[in-house]
């Protein structure tokens, strides 16, 4: 978590490079962070059940009177672990988004790097060393790294591209694709890069780090105009919901990566269907996201997503209030026809999530009238 707090302070230049230049090393050079083996695997369902014996909760409120489950496990309080907290305190409406996007994520993706890793303590290896803890670095490499290639694949032609990853968290790993593709002496002027979350507090830090590296310092975008990059709250059906406003220009490459697994529909299993719960009916569904996402790319765009099988170490999750819609391979591709998406390639693959990119099938021409 120190690094964390280094990475994303303001004012810590040095810090923040060198932290960047390690994981993007670890991303970019050549050895793919393993997921868990067999042995580890086995350990994770020994401490689901553990968890599952162990950890109580009780009905409470939160500051605003709306009701929620307070979770209490005497082994995790003890260790002091911001993980253990983000988990123990997962349905409080102020800290909701911690497990996936803010501070205790993203102290998971500073495992990449060797010198972190190595000052690493016994918690943080217990906590972030994990099945799903491995799996989410290695899906944090395969997506930083199929945005490079998609990038590379215009700007190797002289032509522009534009960047979007959406529900970002705090954007990493478009800003180390980003930092790559400048460090690697790609025009600056034909790359438009933007990072959106709903969260401010992700976006506040992710400019942060924008103004601390020097391949994005110089090279910031204001007020939506121009190359460059930007970090920007966003609520992503944002446009949906507004017909009438300005159209933004469609992009090249989007990372949707973390998201699709909360949306219902096209799916082999849900949390709720696991746990027996009654499933509320979503007002917005996968297939309204996935036609979002048609809608924001360009003609020969690409869309990078992921999917989630159901494992042990995603039944921890559950077991402290998180909530997911498992897809496989097919049912992903299946959600992404139904909105006219056609698979591209396979990127890689772990224990819980493959990295898939997609393009678009060309819209059949209106017959004449």
Not at 361 to 366: F, T
Request: glycine letters at 8%; a positive charge.
């Amino acid at each position: 978590m120190d690094a964390v707090a280094a990475l994303f302070a303001s004012g810590h230049h040095e810090s923040s490079e060198e932290i960047v230049g390690s994981l993007s090393r670890a991303i970019f050079g050549g050895n793919d962070p393993r997921p868990a083996g067999w042995v580890q695997r086995i350990m994770a369902r020994v401490s689901y059940r553990a968890l599952k014996w162990t950890t109580k909760s009780v009905e409470g409120e939160d500051k605003s009177g709306a009701k929620m489950k307070i979770f209490s496990n005497r082994l995790m309080e003890r260790s002091g672990h911001a993980y253990a907290r983000s988990l123990l305190d997962s349905s409080r409406s102020d800290i909701s988004s911690s497990v996936e996007g803010g501070d205790p994520m993203n102290a998971n993706y500073m495992m990449l790097a060797p010198e972190i890793r190595k000052s690493g303590g016994l918690w943080d290896r217990l906590f972030l060393d994990s099945v799903q803890g491995k799996d989410v670095r290695r899906r944090l490499a395969l997506e930083t790294r199929a945005m490079y290639e998609e990038a590379t694949r215009c700007l190797q032609k002289k032509e522009p591209v534009r960047l979007k990853a959406v529900a970002a968290g705090t954007g990493l790993s478009l800003i180390l694709a980003y930092d790559k593709l400048i460090r690697d002496g790609y025009n600056p002027n034909l790359i438009t890069a933007t990072i959106t979350d709903r969260e401010e507090a992700n976006i506040l830090k992710a400019n942060r780090l924008l103004d601390s590296l020097a391949t994005t310092r110089e090279h910031r975008r204001s007020g939506g105009l121009g190359c460059g990059i930007s970090a920007e709250a966003e609520d992503i059906f944002w446009e949906s919901l507004n017909p009438d406003a300005a159209k933004i220009d469609p992009y090249d490459v989007v990372t949707a990566i973390g998201i699709l697994e909360y949306f219902q529909g096209f799916s082999y299993s849900t949390s709720g269907q696991r746990l027996k719960l009654a499933a509320p009916v979503e007002s917005v569904t996968a297939q309204d996201l996935a036609g979002v996402l048609y809608r924001m790319l360009t003609d020969r765009g690409r869309l990078i997503v992921n999917t989630m099988r159901n494992d042990p170490s995603t039944r921890i999750l559950e077991l402290f209030g998180r909530r997911f819609i498992y897809r496989s391979r097919e049912d992903l591709r299946s959600l992404l026809a139904a909105v006219n998406f056609r698979p591209e390639r396979l990127v890689g693959s772990g224990n819980i999530y493959d990295v898939e990119v997609y393009g678009k099938n060309p819209v059949p021409a209106q017959p004449a009238s």
